[in-house]
C-alpha cells in the first residue's frame, strides 16, 4: 500500500490520533514524489543530487536551478514540419507532465510536520484538520496522474578542475545560478558561472596558495579554507596548516 493509500485509509476512521498518523504518511508521500524526480534527474546531473540535500523542500529548490521546469506542470506536443525549418500544425500530443511546485512542496511539507510535534505551551499536538489533508491528498492524486518526464533543455558541458568529472549544466538555468557543484560526490570543487562574448564558462571558486618553500602556487577551495585545514604542496610536498585568518579593508571610493 502507497504512502497516499495509507494516508486516506487512516483519513476515513476520523480519529484524531489516526488524522496525525495520516499527516505523516502525506509528509512521506511528498518526500516520494521529490526523491522519484531526482532519481530521474540525477541520470543527468550525478548521484549528489539524491544525497546532498535530503529534505525534499530543500532537494527541489537545488533541482530546479538545475532543471527549471522540473516543478512545473505542462503537456509535450509535436507535429512535423511542413517544410524544413517551417512548423506544422497538426499536433499529436505526447504526454502530460504533473508536479508539485517547489513552493508548495516548502509550506505543506512544514505544515505537515508541525502536526508531529508536541507543542511546546500545551505539551500536546496539533489538531489535524480533516478538511485539509483531504486537499493535499487530492494534490498527490493530481500529480500521480502524471504520465510524462522530460529532460530537454538545452545543456553544456564542463570538465570539473579538480577531479576531472563531467559537469553538465542547463543553459536556462545559469543566469540564476551563484554557483555550480561538481556533481562526483568525492570532490568538494564548486564553481561561479561567467558569461562572455564566447559563451558560459565556470570559474573554480578558489583562492590561490603559493608555497613559501619552493613557491609552487596551487588553487585551494574557497568550502576548505578554514582554520586547522591542512595544506600540502604538490611540488615540494611540505605540509601547512591553516592557524588563523588575517583580514584586510580599504576605504571606499568616493561615488561620483
Keep these: 500500500m502507497s504512502h497516499l493509500d495509507q494516508a486516506e485509509k487512516l483519513m476515513a476512521i476520523n480519529n484524531e490520533s489516526q488524522l496525525g498518523y495520516a499527516a505523516l504518511e502525506l509528509r512521506l508521500a511528498i518526500e516520494k514524489h521529490v526523491y522519484e524526480k531526482l532519481a530521474y534527474f540525477a541520470k543527468r546531473h550525478g548521484e549528489k543530487l ?3 540535500k535530503w529534505q525534499p523542500n530543500k532537494a527541489i529548490k537545488v533541482l530546479c536551478q538545475l532543471e527549471p521546469h522540473a516543478d512545473q506542470s505542462y503537456s509535450l506536443s509535436m507535429a512535423p514540419e ?3 525549418g517551417k512548423p506544422g500544425t497538426n499536433f499529436m500530443k505526447l504526454g502530460q507532465h504533473e508536479a508539485l511546485g517547489a513552493s508548495w512542496i516548502t ?3 512544514n505544515k ?7 507543542q511546546a505551551k500545551s505539551q500536546s499536538q496539533k489538531e489535524v484538520p480533516l478538511g485539509y489533508l483531504q486537499e493535499v491528498v487530492a494534490e498527490l492524486r493530481r500529480v500521480g496522474t502524471s504520465n510524462l518526464i522530460t529532460s530537454i533543455a538545452e545543456t553544456i558541458h564542463f570538465e570539473c578542475s579538480v577531479c576531472e568529472n563531467k559537469i553538465v549544466c542547463c543553459t536556462q538555468a545559469l543566469p540564476d545560478l551563484e554557483e555550480v557543484i561538481c556533481t ?3 570532490c568538494n570543487a564548486t564553481f561561479i558561472p561567467q558569461k562572455n562574448e564566447e559563451g558560459w564558462g565556470l570559474k573554480l571558486n578558489a583562492n590561490d596558495f603559493e608555497c613559501p618553500e619552493c613557491g609552487k602556487v596551487r588553487p585551494v ?3 576548505e579554507l578554514q582554520i586547522g585545514a591542512r595544506i600540502t604542496c604538490t611540488n615540494c610536498r611540505e605540509r601547512y596548516v591553516i592557524a588563523g585568518n588575517t583580514w584586510q579593508i580599504a576605504k571606499e571610493p568616493a561615488k561620483t
Design 50 to 52: 539524491l544525497y546532498e
Design 82 to 84: 511542413t517544410e524544413q
Design 107 to 109: 509550506k505543506h511539507y
Design 112 to 118: 505537515l510536520g508541525s502536526f508531529l510535534h508536541l
Design 184 to 186: 562526483s560526490m568525492n
Design 221 to 223: 577551495l574557497s568550502s
